[in-house]
């Protein structure tokens, strides 16, 4: 196992993430204990030490059940993370009697990392207020020993996060990203980890295969790849795309059963990065699977000052072409649940005079009409 420089810990380079574990019949609410603590039993074995859970993953029974698995080894063995769930904002009123439960389900006397979970646009403004005293709270926890790091995750565009980093940035030591070949360019990671950097963060990775896409490559994508390393397989090209982004610490896997966990710790045996030639084929491999679902949209912002409804198109057309690509999820409904009634895409007119001015000729007013039936 790889291991990474934490502030005199070890973390390993691979951690497990606790929001895809196995499930019952397909009931995502009842977790198979069973499959849990031997999926629990390779990770310990193979030299995983971070495991990440969630107060909402699995229905809530995600901290209950890895909480279980890891009870039968020492607590000085394994870094466990939870979160603060700020993406409910009927919960930021409530953190110290949430993360009083969460030590409870979880078995644990603290937390060795602890996040504010999923900045993003619909709660920036509630993580920021001084009313819910939310950062004070967890600093208290900090500074009693109940919470050994604490950190944040984020969803948000670029303008939540240096929000977020003005605000925190000083308290904050570490940041999840959803990062992967994709999102490199497709949600502005580069220049989200090319900030954290100016931070001194380092960068904890979510959603590494994009929701399980980047394994589930087609024969011409495959192929692509193994053009340039016969021995590697699908999934594996996702990491080393990952190793090689200074940074980049721990890289949190949701594996769902024990052939994955076993495939990803024999990936994350050697430390591999991408070289140049790799580099570029590997990013304009992302650039191709979004193109096919995506609007170019350049963000010229000439349609903006056309729209009757002042609606801001190039950001409306972002999560457009997110939630296409997805094919759903949460991410743009999220999104757009920040901006007023009457600038979501359901406010469009269909008057095309955006589509006078605009220089890819993007048929704009179809794609609002699209976005809202898709978002129902």
């Given amino acids: 196992m790889i291991y990474k420089e934490f502030q005199g810990l070890k973390l390993s380079a691979l951690g497990m993430g606790c929001m895809r574990l196995p499930v019952v019949e397909g009931d995502n609410a009842a977790v198979d204990q069973t499959a849990v603590e031997e999926m629990v039993a390779c990770a310990m074995a193979g030299g995983v030490n971070y495991y990440d859970t969630a107060w909402g993953y699995h229905g809530g029974q995600s901290e209950t059940a890895i909480g279980k698995a890891l009870a039968r080894y020492p607590r000085e063995s394994f870094y466990l993370a939870d979160k603060f769930p700020g993406y409910d904002l009927s919960n930021m009123s ?4 949430i993360f ?54 984020c969803h948000g565009n670029m303008p939540v996060l240096k ?19 994709i999102d490199w360019t497709f949600q502005g990671g580069k220049e989200k980890v090319e900030l954290l950097a100016q931070y001194g963060i380092p960068v904890w990775v979510m959603e590494p295969l994009r929701g399980g896409r980047l394994a589930r490559l087609n024969d011409q994508e495959a192929a692509t790849l193994r053009a340039l390393r016969t021995e590697e397989t699908v999934p594996a090209w996702a990491f080393r ?27 994350f045996q ?4 991408l070289d140049a ?34 609606l801001d198109i190039p950001d409306l057309l972002a999560l457009y ?4 690509f ?31 001015v605009c220089p890819q000729q993007l048929k704009i007013s179809e794609a609002m009409a699209d976005f809202c039936r898709i978002l129902g």
């Avoid at 979880?106 to 900045?119: P, S």
């Avoid at 990013?283 to 963000?299: D, E, I, K, W």
């Avoid at 991410?331 to 359901?346: H, Q, V």
Wanted: charged fraction near 20%; include cysteine.
């Fill in 270 to 273: 050697t430390e591999a990065p």
């Fill in 100 to 153: 009083e439960e969460q030590l409870k389900k979880c078995g644990t006397e603290y937390f060795d990392f602890y996040l504010f979970h999923n900045v993003c646009e619909m709660n920036i403004d509630a993580y920021l207020d001084p009313q819910y005293g939310i950062l004070d709270y967890l600093l208290e926890q900090k500074k009693a020993g109940r919470i050994r790091h604490l950190g944040f995750s």
């Fill in 241 to 267: 795309f990952l190793q090689s982004i200074p940074g980049v610490t721990v890289t949190l896997s949701g594996m769902s059963d024990l052939s994955q966990m076993q495939a990803n710790i024999e990936t």
């Fill in 94 to 97: 409530k953190v110290k009697e």
């Fill in 163 to 181: 929000r977020f980093l003005e605000a925190y940035g000083q308290h904050m030591e570490f940041c999840q990203l959803q990062l992967n070949y």
């Fill in 321 to 324: 072409n997110e939630h296409r």
């Fill in 326 to 356: 997805t094919g759903g999820g949460f991410i743009a409904p999220m999104a757009l649940s920040a901006f007023p009634e009457d600038k979501r895409p359901g406010s469009c007119v269909g008057c095309r005079s955006c589509e006078a």
């Fill in 277 to 310: 030639a790799e580099w570029e084929v590997l990013t304009a491999l992302g650039q191709r699977m979004t193109s096919t679902a995506a609007l170019p949209c350049t963000a010229c912002r000439y349609c903006v000052t056309h729209c009757p409804q002042g």
